[in-house]
């Protein structure tokens, strides 16, 4: 019998491209659904290896139960946007608490955090420079309490930096406004390394198969280092014609953010741009060394910025959220 992996997040764009590849690995997969998901990106997968379960991460008997069987555990589910800071705590932090305490109590080893780059915070800093950063810093701690207080938990870390690809709709007003010729980037260097989902997607595997040395988090980051010019270059060979980046200051970018902040407050949802993303696009550079993790994962990014634009793209076309 196969192993089986409890996967959260998996109606997500992140969590599901990861639940893909552990089909496409061999494994069972248990994906953990609330009453309001939408399952969409589940439908394609094998009913054999895949099946769905409701429940209420924040209720340990319900996770308890889910995790019959199940030999892993992929915890992919996160909040990258809140219309409140506190939010980011209750779920990124507390969550990942109650479904490791659950895992111990299941005998569960094998544990990967989809962490963020954004828990270390830009290039040189000390820290994470936003709630969110913090948030997610704050998951690996209570991670590594919960591995410490006993168990055979082992914990494997990711820290994705930017993910981008089919399915993401962070991204897709980048590809909407570059239509018309031009992308607004905020001012400075710049230095950017994106990673494509699926490759996020089989590092997770990896950090399943591999006996694994007790070291990390583990940076993901594309396999190239880019400058916005690059990026607004791919994005124009993505979509079919030049795009120009125009320079704006920090200021607008910090401005916009606060204008769909309080657009996505009159409309009680979560912001698509709010003043943590555009402050984390105006601090400058979101760069990682791969080294540690192809050492200990025999991982490396395989799909580079001009392909993955370009699936995404295609992706967007085809989904007709892009138009033809
Ligand atoms: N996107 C990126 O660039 C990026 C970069 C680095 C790390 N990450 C991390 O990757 C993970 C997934 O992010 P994403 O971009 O894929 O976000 P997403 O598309 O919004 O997906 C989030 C997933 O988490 C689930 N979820 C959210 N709150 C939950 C809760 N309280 N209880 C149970 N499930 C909950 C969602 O379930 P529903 O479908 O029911 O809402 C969904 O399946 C997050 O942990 C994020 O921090 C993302």
């Not at 997770?204 to 591999?210: F, G, N």
Request: with cysteine.
């Amino acid at each position: 019998m196969s192993s089986l992996v409890f996967l959260t997040g998996a109606t997500g764009f992140v969590g599901s491209h990861i639940a893909e590849a552990l089909v496409r690995g061999g494994f069972r997969v248990r994906c953990a659904i609330r009453t309001t998901s939408d399952v969409r990106w589940l439908r394609g997968l094998p009913a054999e290896t895949v099946e769905t379960t409701r429940i209420d991460l924040s209720s340990p008997a319900a996770i308890d139960e889910s995790l019959r069987d199940v030999t892993h555990v992929v915890h992919a589910a996160g909040i990258t946007r809140a219309s409140n800071e506190s939010d980011y705590l209750s779920v990124n932090a507390n969550v990942t608490q109650s479904v490791a305490e659950a895992a111990v109590r299941a005998s569960v080893t094998r544990f990967v955090l989809i962490s963020s780059l954004a828990a270390r915070g830009p290039d040189g800093s000390r820290g994470p420079a936003s709630a969110y950063g913090a948030s997610k810093l704050e998951s690996e701690r209570r991670l590594q309490a919960v591995v410490e207080s006993g168990g055979s938990l082992e914990p494997r870390v990711l820290r994705p930096g930017g993910v981008y690809g089919p399915r993401d709709r962070d991204l897709l007003p980048l590809f909407q406004v570059a239509r018309s010729g031009f992308v607004p980037v905020p001012r400075g260097v710049g230095r950017l390394q994106p990673v494509y989902a699926s490759d996020v997607a089989t590092a997770v595997l990896q950090a399943l198969d591999v006996e694994w040395s007790g070291d990390g988090p583990f940076h993901l980051g594309g396999p190239e280092v880019h400058t916005w010019e690059d990026i607004a270059s791919a994005l124009g060979e993505a979509i079919g014609r030049p795009v120009r980046p125009i320079r704006v200051p920090a200021a607008l970018f910090l401005a916009a953010g606060s204008l769909s902040e309080l657009a996505a407050f009159i409309r009680r949802r979560a912001p698509d741009l709010d003043r943590r993303r555009a402050r984390d696009l105006t601090r400058l550079d979101w760069t990682c060394e791969l080294g540690p993790v192809e050492q200990e994962l025999g991982w490396r990014p395989a799909v580079s910025l001009r392909k993955g634009l370009m699936e995404a793209a295609d992706w967007y076309r085809e989904a007709g959220w892009l138009g033809r």
